[in-house]
């Protein structure tokens, strides 16, 4: 009888067929290694008390100088605060002015053409006398008096308008209930008496269908109270009382003043799709939009101009070919810059694009909602400080390689003088800034074709840049991680590294899978989460046809190993600032594969919470039906079944094992262990197989646990197969290690 050692490298190999993968393991959930011994990840329990609304996407742990914790979550629509991990969230979303509400999951185009050529680029810029309605189409709009320019703009384009001053915040979408107005004009003759039920017109803006009772004394206007409201008004708008309805020679006239209802906001995140075009009108695409009510309405916009400009910017196409919509899309999900100037919070959303502050010296700061920032640009990809107290705006104005900063601690002085140290310059890049991190003393920002370094060199040029690597382009914005003077990130097809010098690539063992894996339509949802107490990495993605977070794979950077599993966590930290790391969880009805992220968001998850003893599941628990239900139940350490017959969640697989080449049948009789684990802290499942592509045949369930009294991490096994893969399994709440487990094999003949 051959004693056959099973001891394996750490870290799963999955670049190919699992015949390939002799002497390795193949398949892993849950589990990671330290010092070469294979062990479950640390357990979670479910911390805050309160959902909250929107996908949350970025987390910020941060202390105050008084000593008071704080962490910041960004949603999509939100912005909250918790006190600590187990309480309820505060909501400081800003409100004056208001957030631009971003977008849940976002979509991105994997075809040919589906992504935008060099960002965003050309733009036209049209007034309220240049823009109208074309039959009142609501989803067509021209230019009054001037062609579109047919070079800038093409079908499929992706249309942002922004640009909107003083009418932005006036918007009344839905007015229900009275309204007040300013004094009458032109009130001459008319009949006295009581009117009810008027309709009152207008002309050069788009509300309309308001009503009002209407009192005449004296042959005059007394009296006017708005009815109804009707929809699409803005302040300053002018109503008409026609002559004919209440008599007289001239109709009456008076300006709305306030506006009850509806919303703040043209129509939402403000883009769309152009759907066809020629030079004297755009029709948009409905398939993709932002307005409440599902359509773009551009009478609202001619209506909301009042005064102001607006711009036009498009996202080119590589070519004017029409693509279908459905692949073509290239809408990335919302996520946040978020960071800390001193004590306060710097935040940025991607969609908003404005910097705001939280000042938690406020003398409510929990009543006290973020504000802009004031002097700071707008249209920003994200923010960050430097180490020399320079708040940085990444994209900023919305030119996707614009880097500008403020005065060294003056983040409300923006504009270079010579006696001050703000400043600006454009990366030398093709794409489009992904995401900006700090390395050691110097600013990573890497776009999506490649990453430079930005340092400190002094007055008068204050920030210089250089290239550090090309081909390297980010997969998401939140798909770097950094540790002292190192980041990582995913690619798209490459995982890399900085730690000085160039950018490098990574070799990793399970590149094959994961990158045929990933949902490349929601790549946007990528985020990479450091956890340094055991050297990791953790890179969250959405896989197959999921459209929110559902795996990840884990690079360890000391001892080099790669894992895989899956787990539905939005957003991370690190541990530090709070003993534990955090994460951000779907909500229990939010299974991966629903294609839209359910309202309710999620709860904050405290991580690497370790259990120990024999018989320490938690109480009630059992094995959980889907990935969901893990990633959502509040559960300790690991996810194995209350019965033998259960399959536990924790597990790892091994590539084939065979005697000699694998000529002959092996005979396995029994497994030795080197596990601290007790007599059922893990159990072994044997699948044998007698050629690489055979019929697999999976054993039953074996523990560590003879039975017998002599108990010595023996396990009796009586399985064949020319190649013997194991399958370990945790089915207890509990930690435990497995080192080096061997097997006695007999030799067998060639049949």
């Not at 505060?90 to 002015?97: G, K, L």
């Not at 042959?219 to 009707?230: E, Q």
């Amino acid at each position: 009888m051959a004693l056959v050692s099973l001891k394996l490298p750490p870290g799963v190999w999955k670049n190919g067929s699992q015949y390939e993968a002799k002497g390795r393991y193949f398949d892993a959930n849950l589990v990671r290694w330290r010092n070469g011994r294979l062990r479950p990840v640390g357990g979670w329990l479910k911390s805050s008390t309160t959902a909250m609304s929107g996908a949350p996407r970025t987390i910020l742990p941060f202390r105050t100088q008084s000593g008071l914790r704080y962490i910041a979550v960004g949603t999509h629509s939100k912005l909250y605060l918790f006190e600590r991990p187990d309480t309820a969230p505060t909501d400081i979303t800003p409100t004056s002015p208001a957030l631009t509400v971003g977008r849940s999951i976002g979509q991105v185009g994997t075809g040919y053409g589906a992504g935008p050529f060099s960002g965003s680029a050309a733009v036209q810029t049209m007034t309220d006398t240049d823009i109208a309605v074309v039959d009142s189409d609501p989803d067509k709009f021209t230019r009054a008096g001037n062609d579109f320019d047919t070079t800038n703009f093409a079908v499929k384009d992706h249309i942002m308008v922004s640009g909107f001053t003083s009418a932005e915040n006036n918007r009344a979408g839905g007015v229900s209930g009275a309204a007040t107005v300013d004094s009458f004009s032109d009130q001459n003759d008319h009949t006295n008496g009581e009117y009810t039920n008027v309709t009152l017109t207008q002309s050069g803006h788009t509300g309309r269908n308001a009503v009002a009772s209407i009192t005449i004394s004296g042959n005059n206007v007394t009296a006017m109270t708005i009815t109804d409201g009707g929809s699409e008004y803005i302040v300053n708008d002018t109503l008409t009382i026609p002559h004919a309805t209440i008599g007289g020679t001239g109709a009456v006239t008076c300006d709305v003043a306030t506006l009850e209802g509806g919303t703040s906001s043209l129509f939402g995140e403000n883009s769309f799709y152009i759907s066809t075009i020629d030079v004297s009108n755009i029709v948009v695409s409905t398939t993709i939009d932002t307005n409440s009510d599902g359509t773009f309405d551009a009478a609202a916009l001619d209506g909301e101009l009042a005064g102001d400009s607006v711009t036009i910017t498009r996202a080119r196409r590589y070519g004017n070919e029409d693509y279908d919509l459905s692949t073509d899309l290239s809408l990335w999900a919302t996520t946040w810059s978020l960071d800390n100037w001193g004590e306060d919070l710097i935040a940025c959303s991607s969609d908003d694009g404005k910097l705001m502050y939280w000042d938690p010296a406020a003398a409510n700061p929990l009543g006290t909602k973020a504000a802009a920032l004031t002097n700071a640009p707008t249209s920003c990809i994200g923010a960050l400080v430097t180490a020399e107290r320079h708040l940085m705006a990444l994209g900023a104005g919305g030119n996707r390689r614009k880097v500008q900063w403020c005065s060294q601690e003056a983040n409300t002085t923006w504009s270079p003088t010579s006696t001050n140290t703000a400043g600006d310059f454009e990366l030398e890049t093709s794409g489009t800034i992904m995401q900006g991190k700090r390395v050691g003393p110097d600013i990573l920002v890497v776009t999506d074709t490649d990453a430079h370094i930005i340092n400190y060199v002094g007055p008068p040029y204050v920030y210089g840049r250089k290239k550090v690597g090309d081909s390297c382009g980010a997969m998401s914005r939140q798909s770097i991680a950094t540790y002292e003077s190192m980041a990582c990130w995913m690619g798209v097809g490459s995982f890399f590294v900085y730690d000085g010098g160039r950018v490098k690539e990574i070799r990793c063992d399970v590149s094959e899978y994961v990158f045929n894996d990933i949902n490349m339509v929601h790549r946007s949802l990528v985020h990479a989460v450091v956890n340094i107490e055991y050297s990791e990495i953790w890179f969250y993605y959405a896989s197959g046809d999921a459209n929110e977070i559902d795996r990840y794979v884990i690079w360890n950077f000391t001892e080099n190993w790669w894992s895989i599993g899956q787990l539905a966590r939005t957003c991370g930290h690190d541990a530090g600032l709070f003993p534990n790391p955090l994460s951000v969880g779907v909500t229990s009805t939010a299974t991966p594969g629903e294609s839209t992220y359910p309202d309710g968001g999620g709860w904050i998850y405290t991580h690497e919470i370790k259990r120990t003893g024999e018989t320490a599941r938690q109480s009630g628990t059992s094995e959980p039906a889907t990935t969901a239900a893990v990633s959502t139940t509040d559960r300790e350490l690991s996810y194995g079944g209350a019965t033998t017959s259960d399959i536990g969640h924790v597990w790892a697989e091994t590539g084939p094992l065979e005697v000699g080449q694998g000529e002959n049948i092996g005979h396995v009789m029994s497994l030795l262990t080197d596990s601290d684990a007790g007599q059922y802290g893990v159990r072994f499942q044997v699948k044998s197989r007698f050629t690489p592509e055979g019929d697999e045949t999976a054993s039953s369930i074996y523990y560590l646990d003879t039975g017998s009294e002599s108990y010595d991490r023996r396990v009796d096994v009586r399985e064949s197969g020319r190649q013997i893969a194991l399958k370990i399994e945790s089915p207890w709440d509990q930690d435990w290690t497995l080192g080096n487990t061997r097997a006695e094999v007999i030799p067998g003949g060639k049949r």
